[in-house]
């Protein structure tokens, strides 16, 4: 298994313009979701899926668009990218989607770094 | 909302001794989960291990252990004999329902 995979590893954008970071995860995993990190602020969720064709917001959605297709990809777009959008991102799958499950070991992929110029 | 505290932004312990990193959670739900993450320098977040808000014994997963309190809302991250390999973020986390809430982490640096 590859686990979960991101691409790309870097990225550098103008802002203005726009990308799609993807992400996918050959472990049959029906929870997705993405993250970002910042310098002193740990992970924050940005959008999460359940299982395909099921989005949700987290906590920092603005300016970023999600889709679910199929189990197995998850990519996060940037709509119209700003300097306060360069982080890193990480992709995370896991086992159960169900609320009432609380084990939820997440399965991270080795994140993408955007700068926004 | 969640919240997720590490008051520890820098850490630092002697190769072989045992350090605790502290985490402080505030949630009004009965039902939560509780994790650490290590992530070394190289970037990758790992799973080290994982509380949940009704099991009743403390988890322990090798060299680690979750010192869970639950009245104090504490999960504090027990790590005995220090490698040099131990040198890295760590962060705590708290799933309630389908989110997961990270805390700022603690940067652990192991002297030889």
């Known amino acids: 298994n590859a686990g979960v995979t991101q691409t790309p590893k870097f990225q550098v954008l103008k802002t203005g313009q726009s990308m799609t970071l993807q992400c996918a995860q050959d472990?049959?995993?029906?929870?997705m979701s993405w993250y970002r990190q910042d310098p002193g602020m740990g992970l924050r969720l940005i959008h999460y899926?359940?299982?395909?064709?099921?989005?949700d917001q987290g906590e920092v959605p603005n300016g970023y668009n999600v889709s679910r297709s199929t189990t197995e990809d998850f990519p996060l777009r940037l709509l119209s990218a700003a300097p306060s959008q360069t982080s890193v991102y990480f992709c995370?799958?896991?086992?159960?989607?169900?609320?009432?499950?609380?084990?939820?070991?997440?399965?991270f992929g080795p994140g993408t770094r955007l700068t926004v110029l | 909302a969640q919240k997720i505290t590490q008051t520890q932004p820098g850490m630092f312990v002697q190769e072989k001794e045992a350090v605790t990193l502290d985490c402080t959670y505030d949630?009004?739900?009965?039902?939560?989960?509780l994790f650490w993450y290590k992530q070394p320098s190289s970037g990758e977040m790992i799973f080290l291990i994982y509380?949940?808000?009704?099991?009743?014994q403390n988890a322990t997963e090798g060299r680690y252990s979750l010192n869970f309190q639950k009245a104090r809302k504490s999960a504090n991250l027990v790590i005995s004999a220090s490698q040099l390999g131990d040198s890295a973020m760590y962060f705590c986390a708290m799933r309630v329902l389908r989110q997961l809430t990270f805390g700022s982490g603690t940067q652990l640096t192991v002297l030889p």
């Open positions: 995370a799958s896991s086992y159960s989607k169900s609320s009432g499950s609380l084990y939820n070991e997440q399965f």
């Open positions: 509380q949940g808000s009704y099991d009743q």
């Open positions: 899926s359940v299982g395909a064709g099921i989005t």
């Open positions: 949630t009004s739900d009965p039902s939560y989960g």
């Open positions: 472990m049959n995993h029906e929870y």
